[in-house]
Structures are given as C-alpha cells and as structure tokens.
C-alpha cells in the first residue's frame, strides 16, 4: 500500500484515514500518515541487548528499520498464524520504524468526532497506550499511542528537557499559552518542557474541541484576548477535532484569527506543511523538535504588548 492513497484526506475536514489491524484477536488502529507500505513480515537479525519489545533490524528499500513486536508490547498473545504476519512500515517524528503485527483489515475514513477520549482507568492512566476508541460497523477500534511506544523502547526518540539548554538563559514570562495534545505522556512533557523554558501561564486541553470550546468561552467573555491566550500550540491527531480543523476554525474567526497557530506534530512532512499553510497555520514543527518548538513561541509572544 503507498501512502499517497486517496484516504490521505483534505484538510480541516476534521476526519481520520484509519489503517486496522489485528494483534491477539483485537483491532487497534493507525492513521494512515504515519504509513509508508505494509509488507509481509519476513526475517530479521536480532539486536544484541536490545529491549524484549524490539525484534529486530531489516533493510528494506535502502532503509534500515527496527522492527517492534507489538503483541510483546502490548502483552497479547503471539501469532497463531506467523507465515501470514504483515510489517507497517511507519514514518512519524522524522524516524521509520517497522511495527510488527498479525493482520491488516483494511482502511476507513472515520470523522475525529466519532473518536472519544479512552477512560483513564480502563486504559491505564498516565501509562495507558490508547488515544482515542472509535465505534465503527460495529466494532471497537482502540487508536494507539505509536509516539509513547517509540519514546518509551527508544528514549532518544522523545522529548528531552536537556535540549532546552541551548536556549541558553531564560527569563520568566506570564503570556497565556493554549497547548492541544492529547497524548497524557507528551502532554505532561510538553508542559513540563514550556515551564522549564519559562512559561507558567499555560491552559492544557486534551483535544481541538476543548481548546474551540475555551477560546469560545474567551471571545465571548468580552476581556481582552490576550489576557487569556496568545498563542495556541496544537497536535493535529486528536479525538473530537484535530489541529487542522482546529486551525481552520480560529483562522476564519475574525476575532482569534490573529492568534499564531504552532501545529507541533509527530505527522510534520513537507506534504503536511502544505496542508497546514493552507489552513493558515503560523508555524509547525516536527515532535520532539521542544527547543524550535520554544523558539518560535518566543517569537510569538515576548514580543506582544
């Protein structure tokens, strides 16, 4: 399967390409940005002292890829039929990555507003691997945190505090941030990572939809804008209303379409900027990018009255 498939979709529609697959007899889900092919699995060479989840490396199309098995990962039982498993061959935060699985089902388009928040306790909490649960044809199809998987079997591959350090010293500043993200891991290192920078007025929402809803609740309290935001940092993947739907809202506003709009995101590709440009976004960076990411808040904001 190539990625330039029809499901990739037109922007702000506010509507998911999902790629199911099958580990365990269960039906998880990928956005099908972040694939490149699928393939069927074939042999790999071991890596010495590598971690349990981690199966191997392969080279396929001039690309070295490390392969992690999904069922160790996840905890589920091994395949039943191997000869038949398939590769996902991913691109997200600027890495390839091959995920191993037992089946691919095929792609739907979903709309994010049929993705709900997973529960907390059923899906584990801070440590849950799940970002949205979608109903469809019947079925439940449990999105998964592919960014807290890499970052969590190769931390190089997360947001690091110790890059903030080449900003060099920092001053301490009130203006109102809006951070979208949905995932509870990054979220938590997106806001530990603009406090550590110097930000401590910030508004955390989970989703598009929440952040909408807040800044509706701002425009309409008739205070000054800027008191409460002024500038929103937003995840494009995430249940209820994406970032790019997100973006198109606010930039049709004439009240909040002057609000820059950061689009930092694991899903950041030259196609993907396009997207994003059109829909009037004012920058957009590639996760784990934390040190750009303050950069170009910085100038954003410092300068504002």
């Known amino acids: 399967m190539d990625r330039q498939s029809d499901i990739l979709l037109e922007s702000g529609t506010n509507e998911l390409g999902v790629m199911e697959f099958t580990i365990g007899g269960e039906v998880f889900g990928i956005n099908v940005a972040k694939v490149l092919e699928i393939m069927m699995a074939c042999p790999v060479v071991p890596m010495q002292k590598a971690q349990k989840d981690i199966e191997g490396i392969f080279k396929s199309r001039d690309m070295l890829l490390t392969v992690i098995d999904l069922a160790s990962y996840l905890g589920l039982p091994p395949s039943q039929n191997p000869g038949r498993d398939i590769f996902i061959i991913t691109r997200f935060n600027n890495a390839n990555f091959a995920f191993h699985v037992h089946t691919v089902v095929g792609i739907d388009r979903i709309s994010w507003t049929e993705i709900k928040k997973p529960d907390r306790i059923i899906y584990g909490g801070q440590d849950g691997v799940a970002t949205g649960i979608a109903e469809y044809n019947g079925r439940l199809i449990t999105i998964l945190d592919f960014e807290k998987i890499v970052s969590e079997i190769s931390p190089e591959m997360g947001i690091r505090y110790e890059d903030l350090d080449q900003l060099g010293v920092r001053h301490r500043s009130d203006k109102p941030l809006l951070i979208a993200e949905d995932s509870m891991l990054l979220s938590k290192m997106i806001v530990e990572s603009l406090r550590r920078a110097g930000y401590e007025n910030l508004t955390k929402v989970d989703n ?86 303050v950069s170009i808040i910085d100038g954003f904001v410092l300068g504002q009255k």
């Open 208 to 293: 598009g939809q929440e952040a909408w809803d807040f800044l509706q609740e701002v425009k309409n309290s008739q205070d000054p804008l800027e008191n409460h935001v002024c500038c929103v940092v937003t995840d494009i993947e995430m249940p209820q209303m994406d970032g790019h739907h997100l973006t198109k809202l606010i930039k049709e506003d004439p009240v909040l379409k002057k609000l820059p709009v950061i689009l930092f995101s694991s899903l950041i590709t030259e196609e993907m900027k396009i997207k994003g440009r059109q829909l009037g976004a004012d920058a957009q960076i590639s996760k784990p990018e934390i040190a750009s990411l």
